[in-house]
Nanobody, 123 residues
Framework: QVQLVESGGGLVQAGGSLRLSCAASGRIFKPYVMGWFRQTPGKQREFVAGISWSGDRTWYADSVKGRFTISRDNAKDTVDLQMNVLKSEDTAVYYC????????????????WGQGTQVTVST
C-alpha cells in the first residue's frame, strides 16, 4: 500500500505564494507519476499539475500555467507544488496523487491519494 502525505497548506493573501509538499511511503512501485488535484465544496476534484517519473514531462491546468510549478525528488519520494501569484479562486483542498502512468485530468483514473491539505487565499 502506498501512503501519500501532504503538507504546506495554509492561509495566504492574494498575490502571495505557498509551497505544498507530498511525501510517498510504503510499498511504492517505481517508476510512478505524481500529480496534484484540488477540490472545493460541491465541485468535482480538479486536475492542477502532474509530473513524470524523470521530471522531463509536466502537465498543468490552464488556470495555473505560469503561476504554479511542480517538481519532484525521487531520492526522497517527494513532489512539490510551488504556487505563486495566488488568487482567491485557488482556494481549495489540495490533494497529492500517484499512479504508475499519467492518467490525465480525470481524478477517477488515479489510484493513490493523500488526505488533502487546505489552501485558503484571502482578498
Amino acid at each position: 500500500q502506498v501512503q501519500l502525505v501532504e503538507s504546506g497548506g495554509g492561509l495566504v493573501q492574494a498575490g502571495g505564494s505557498l509551497r505544498l509538499s507530498c511525501a510517498a511511503s510504503g510499498r511504492i512501485f517505481k517508476p510512478y507519476v505524481m500529480g496534484w488535484f484540488r477540490q472545493t465544496p460541491g465541485k468535482q476534484r480538479e486536475f492542477v499539475a502532474g509530473i513524470s517519473w524523470s521530471g522531463d514531462r509536466t502537465w498543468y491546468a490552464d488556470s495555473v500555467k505560469g503561476r504554479f510549478t511542480i517538481s519532484r525528488d525521487n531520492a526522497k519520494d517527494t513532489v512539490d507544488l510551488q504556487m505563486n501569484v495566488l488568487k482567491s479562486e485557488d482556494t481549495a483542498v489540495y490533494y497529492c496523487a500517484a499512479d504508475k502512468a499519467y492518467e490525465g485530468v480525470d481524478h477517477r483514473l488515479w489510484n493513490y491519494w493523500g488526505q488533502g491539505t487546505q489552501v485558503t487565499v484571502s482578498t
